[in-house]
């Protein structure tokens, strides 16, 4: 992969407002290269849909073809940033596709925690253990719940870099939405 992350910007925040492609492009990147049948298989979707949605993707930068697989019939796609972005200017300047975008981001989010709880009986001990869902309501002023922000990514971003060679990749989810009274 080219790089870690992508910030999105009002352009290429359109290529993702659809929740097939956030769908597509989270698999690329949790389980490696694939193709659009593969892909389209593991998705419940016809190849065409697939195929359309990753020639979108690579339009707007966020898929490349694999150099190193594939042949003339079978095109092999990967995921050119481990990460995505989004800073709340661009949300705002881009209004309805940022709408689009986290609302496919959350819907993944869920797919993904459902998985997990279906998954939970086989799991071993240890990640049973330390599975966590909860939910937390402090009250924070805005400027404390940006350090909040700020600090817990500077520790994910801690653990990820002295991890060990037998940790196996986890999926941290986390929001801090403000609640009406």
């Given at each position: 992969?080219?790089d870690?992350?992508?910030?999105?910007?009002?352009?290429?925040l359109?290529?993702?407002?659809?929740?097939?492609?956030?769908?597509?492009?989270?698999?690329l990147?949790?389980r490696?290269?694939?193709?659009?049948?593969?892909?389209?298989?593991?998705?419940?979707?016809?190849?065409?849909?697939?195929?359309?949605h990753?020639r979108q993707?690579?339009?707007y930068?966020?898929?490349?073809e694999?150099?190193?697989?594939?042949?003339?019939?079978e095109?092999?796609?990967?995921?050119?940033?481990?990460?995505?972005?989004?800073?709340?200017?661009?949300?705002?300047?881009?209004?309805?596709s940022?709408?689009?975008?986290?609302?496919?981001?959350?819907a993944?989010?869920?797919?993904?925690?459902?998985?997990?709880?279906?998954?939970?009986?086989?799991?071993?001990?240890?990640?049973?253990?330390a599975?966590?869902?909860?939910?937390e309501?402090p009250?924070?002023?805005?400027?404390q719940?940006?350090?909040?922000?700020?600090?817990?990514?500077?520790?994910?971003?801690?653990?990820?870099?002295?991890?060990?060679e037998?940790?196996?990749?986890?999926?941290v989810?986390?929001?801090i939405?403000?609640?009406?009274?």
């Amino acid at each position: 992969m080219a790089d870690d992350a992508v910030a999105l910007d009002p352009r290429t925040l359109r290529g993702l407002a659809h929740p097939l492609r956030v769908r597509m492009l989270n698999l690329l990147r949790e389980r490696g290269p694939s193709t659009a049948s593969k892909l389209a298989e593991r998705l419940g979707q016809s190849s065409g849909a697939t195929s359309y949605h990753l020639r979108q993707l690579a339009a707007y930068g966020f898929v490349e073809e694999d150099p190193d697989r594939g042949t003339a019939r079978e095109r092999w796609w990967r995921a050119a940033h481990q990460r995505t972005t989004l800073d709340p200017a661009t949300g705002r300047a881009a209004e309805g596709s940022a709408e689009g975008y986290l609302r496919a981001v959350a819907a993944a989010d869920f797919q993904r925690v459902e998985a997990t709880i279906a998954d939970l009986p086989t799991m071993s001990e240890g990640w049973q253990d330390a599975f966590y869902l909860a939910t937390e309501q402090p009250r924070l002023s805005v400027s404390q719940a940006a350090e909040l922000s700020r600090r817990f990514k500077a520790l994910l971003d801690e653990y990820a870099a002295q991890a060990p060679e037998d940790a196996a990749r986890v999926s941290v989810q986390w929001q801090i939405l403000p609640m009406s009274e």
